[in-house]
Every structure is written in C-alpha cells, then in structure tokens.
C-alpha cells in the first residue's frame, strides 16, 4: 500500500521540543522528506532523509527513522510562534513520484 | 527570482466551463507535476511530464488534460469544471532522477472555486 499517516493536530508550548509523527508502509521508499506549508502558501522543502540513514539533524531540525518500524519522525527544536504551519511528511518511490502525509497542524501556545 | 511560478493564484468559476492554469518553472528542471489539495489538505499527485512527456497520470477524469510546450512550462486545463474539482492545485519541478534527494519545489498554488 502507499497509506502514509499522520497525527492531525499538535500543540506545543513555545520553547519547547515539538515532535511530529509519521508512518508509512512501503519499504521500498528511497527518500523520506518534511515539507512545510504555512497557511495560504505553497509547500516548502525543509529536509529529507536517505533511506539507508537512521538520523539526520539540521539546525533545529532533527529526523529519525526507523526503517523496521516504517516511521518517521521530525523533531523541532525550541519551537517559535513561526513554526507554525501543516508539516507533511512524503515518500519518494523511484525518484519522481512523491506521496504525502495526511499533514499535522502544529499550533504554537504563548 | 528562480523559482515554480503559476497563474492565476485565484479562479473562481462556474460549473461547466473550461479554465486553465498555468505553470513555469526557471529552476533549469526537467520534470514538472501537478498535484491537488483537497479542503482536509490532503496532497496527491495527478501528473508528472519528463521533458514534454509525460510520465505520470494517476487515476483523474479525462477532463483534466495537461500540456507541456517545453520542459519550463506545464499547464492544466479542465473541461467542464465540477464542484469537486474545488481544491488547491499545486506545481512542483524536479530533476528527474534526483527527485529522490533535492526534493521537488513547489509553485505557491491556484485555489479554484467551482461554483
């Protein structure tokens, strides 16, 4: 299958660690990326993980994968009022066809 | 600025008619796709052309028809426009090939309105 699943809703409080959710099910996915889209606005690339790699980090942005599991994880640190936006989780199957997340709405509490 | 471009950023119309969107990307990529968000935000892709031809073509009536004069444009047109066709569609490029690590850019999308 290609259903790739997300938590709908997150809220955090701002500075702390936020964590977003993602499961996938198909094993041959090469790449697994995160895209921003904040409200009105296009997708942003943010970060992407090879499927042979189990973390990466980039600045604030720390992606773990656990190919055993099929999930997907993007940890944000010291969460601002900016991150906020629907974060979609995607995998690449054959280098061209990207199929995405359900989305998780991340809400920032003052 | 190098970017996905597209045109118009709003379209309102009614059932029944025919309207087109377009789509230019300046990023020297050789793919482009079209993808559709629905009102819960859920993303699918419907085409994708390599050079001019195409390459993808999910499950969509064949009221939808792409075009791609040359590798920095791909437009859609839809004929006879439905209220389920509502939905933000999105432009994305791409080197083919290395899709899997550069990622595809996304254009900042067309909210259509059928009425």
Redesign the interface.
């Known amino acids: 299958g290609e259903d790739v699943e997300q938590s709908l809703f997150l809220s955090v409080r701002e500075g702390d660690s936020s964590v977003i959710n993602c499961t996938y099910t198909d094993s041959s996915s ?2 697994l ?1 995160w ?1 921003k ?1 904040e409200p009105g ?5 943010l970060t ?1 993980i ?1 499927s042979n790699m189990d973390m990466k980090q980039d600045q604030r942005l720390t992606v773990l994968l656990n190919k055993k599991d099929k999930h997907l994880s993007l940890r944000i640190a010291d969460t601002q009022t900016g991150d906020s936006a ?1 974060y ?1 989780c995607a995998e ?1 199957f054959g ?6 997340g ?2 998780t709405r991340l809400t920032i509490i003052p | 600025d190098t970017a ?1 471009s597209q045109t118009p950023k709003y379209l309102v119309t009614q059932m029944g008619n025919d309207k087109s969107i377009k789509c230019e990307q300046n990023l020297g990529h050789d ?1 482009m ?1 079209w993808y559709k968000q629905d009102s ?6 419907m085409f ?1 052309y390599n050079n001019k031809e195409l ?2 073509n999910e499950t969509v009536p064949n009221r939808f028809s792409p075009k791609s004069p040359d590798k920095a444009h791909l437009n859609l047109h839809i004929n006879s426009l439905e209220l389920g066709d509502s939905a933000v569609y ?1 432009c ?1 490029s791409s080197h ?6 550069a ?7 067309t909210r259509l309105t059928v009425t």
């Open positions: 090469t790449y990326y895209y889209q606005a296009g997708l942003q690339l992407y090879f629907i979609f690449c280098n061209e066809k990207l199929t995405f359900t989305g | 996905v793919t796709y819960k935000k859920f993303l699918k892709i994708s390459i993808i999105f994305a083919r090939g290395a899709s899997g690590g990622g595809q850019y996304f254009g900042p999308g």
